[in-house]
């Protein structure tokens, strides 16, 4: 498990410290670390192969240092 663009141990270190739930491993599971600046943004969930499903998206700030 790791989340894009950065490694595993650094998604599991971050993670924690958000208090986010732990992805099983292995799974279908997915995270993104991304750094965004202050606005509106939205999100947008499809299935790879246009089938049905349901998400889950869960956003976190994760505060310097």
């Known amino acids: 498990v790791a989340g894009a663009g950065v ?9 924690a410290k958000v208090g986010a739930f732990p992805l ?3 799974s279908s599971d997915a995270a993104y670390v991304l750094n965004l600046e202050a606005g509106a943004y ?3 969930a ?6 049905g ?13």
């Open 7 to 15: 490694d595993t141990q650094t998604y599991l270190t971050l993670q």
């Open 42 to 44: 939205s999100a947008h």
């Open 46 to 51: 499809f299935h790879v192969n246009d089938g």
């Open 53 to 65: 499903g349901e998400v889950l998206v869960e956003v976190y700030e994760i505060p310097n240092g």
């Open 24 to 26: 099983a491993n292995p």
